[in-house]
């Protein structure tokens, strides 16, 4: 009879940032020279966005976007910062590439990842996604280096640029009136105020003329 135990072996994993903990701080060089993550882009909101590998299809599709659309994110005071686990030379050279044939520059700093380091830190390599390639984060990061959103996407499926755009914006109006964002909200629709918490504002709410009121606890304006 074989009484062999069978142990498994734990499947490797690495921590992520959540949203509303301060970005972690790092040093990395990039295509734009050195960055502290404490100190890049001061009073900017920050996009960090990881791919899997120079050189590659889906990877020059996304970076072409981001490229293409740098003045929509500039006109949002936000500023792009790319990442991949692939050499400073590596890097380089596939910027040249996609210029020369494409016309497309990547006018903003990518991180040259070799070590994994900046990558493990903020849950960007996934074991069981692959080994040595980040999979496909985004990290929304406001100008007091607070994480507010993140996305993932696996190795196959491209990320969308509009939805990036959107949310980014959804969120600095937020902030910026104190009001939440409902389903496909976009610059020029309703948003929603908060509910009431006091038979006062209760009270208030329902005369309050100026709101699409869906219900009392459910109420929209425009900003």
Known sequence: MDTTEVIETPEK????????????D???????????MSD?????????????????????????GFATRKDEFTALNTELLGLSIDSI????GWVQNVREHT???FDFPIIADIDMKVSKLYGMLQPNESETAAVRAV???????????????????????????????????SD??????????????KVIVGPPKTLDELNNRLEDDSL????WYLAKKNI
């Open 13 to 24: 994993s690495y921590g992520m940032p959540r949203i509303g903990d301060t970005a972690p």
């Open 26 to 36: 790092f040093d990395a060089i990039t295509t734009k020279g050195k960055i502290k």
């Open 212 to 215: 699409e009121k869906v219900d």
């Open 40 to 64: 890049f882009a001061k009073d900017k909101w920050i996009v960090m966005f990881s791919h899997p590998a120079d050189f590659t299809p889906v990877c020059t599709t996304e970076m072409s």
């Open 89 to 92: 030379h590596a890097h380089l």
């Open 103 to 105: 016309g497309v520059y």
């Open 176 to 189: 910026k009136y104190k009001v939440a964002m409902p389903l496909d909200w976009k610059k020029g629709d």
């Open 139 to 173: 990290f929304f990061i406001d100008p007091i280096k607070k994480i507010r959103l993140v996305m993932y996407y696996p190795l196959n499926v491209g990320r969308n640029m509009d939805e990036i755009l959107r949310a980014l914006e959804a969120l600095q109006t």
